[in-house]
């Protein structure tokens, strides 16, 4: 049915297992296509945190010169790792129905939750996820935690840390969920977390309406609201943002939390609106964030970043 479509991957084996994902579903409608799996910036730079790195879409630049250049036709994201601002000629074209959004302990053994006298050590490489740690648990220690997520599961086996947060979704696409690990329910999730993207280039009208075919509407718009919220806080600086939109019947229930780089301010919102006027809702709920205190809370943020750069 018409040219094959190239579909670009990054190479590690959740990224595979998106675009594999992809790929069915596009192969279902009859369509014709071959994975072109290309190494992202991300990928290469191990030894520094992402926020030591100071580049919006660390894991999709590759991907969008790829596209640009003609290179590959479409490209399948995990959606959190997107910037909000997409390059000047892609488009956002297909959102896929979103998997379970929560974080996720793995661990050596849980027992230490319940100490609180005690100082003990978690790894994960998200300001998010450690800020959200270190409001709940403060006198433990946060440790850097980089790599795909094969890499990232071995690290924690061979170093002495208690236990490393990862995305539900993730191991659970490529089947490494371990059954004794403990789900962070009271963890907001990233913006878009456990969500996959599809984009292509804004003059690509042959792939845009394919792509319009595999779209799950209720994702779109839940993901919709927490980039919105992510995208009106930020202003292209790196901060620890959580954000989750659920869909209810004909209403949407939003939670979004902005805090501190050391866990130790929050500064959380939470309301419902009806779909009829979900338009600017997450918009909306950043500005409220940003009333309460949130203006000088990123102020701050952008200086100690600025700092580390």
Known sequence: MGKIIRIGTRESELALWQAKT??????ALGHDT????????????????????????IFTKTLDVALLKGQIDIAVH????????LPKGIVQSA?????????????????????????FTIATGSLRRKAQWLHKY???????????????????????WQGAIFAQAGLERIKLMPKDAVILDWMIPAPAQGAMVVVTLEKDTHCRQILSQIN?????????????????????????IGALAQIQDSTLAFKGVLFSLDGKQKLEIEKS?????????????????????????????????????
């Open 22 to 27: 992809v790929q069915a579903k596009l192969e």
């Open 34 to 57: 071959i994975l072109v799996p290309i190494t992202s910036t991300g990928d290469q730079v191990l030894d520094k945190p992402l926020y030591e790195l100071g580049i919006t879409g």
């Open 78 to 85: 995990s959606m959190k790792d997107v910037p909000t601002q």
């Open 95 to 119: 959102v896929l129905e979103r998997a379970v959004a929560h974080d996720i302990l793995v661990h050596k053994g849980a027992d230490f939750l319940e100490n609180h006298e005690n100082s």
């Open 138 to 160: 403060p006198n433990h220690n946060v440790v850097d935690l980089r790599g795909n997520v094969n890499t990232r599961l071995l690290k924690l086996i061979e170093n002495d």
């Open 216 to 240: 799950h509407a209720p994702s779109e718009m839940e993901t919709k609201v927490e980039r919105e919220f992510l995208r009106t806080l930020e202003g292209g600086c790196t901060a620890p």
């Open 273 to 309: 609106i009806s779909l009829d006027d979900i338009e600017d809702f997450g918009k909306n709920c950043a500005k409220d964030i940003l009333n309460k205190g949130g203006d000088a809370l990123m102020q701050a943020i952008r200086d100690e970043n600025s700092a580390i750069h």
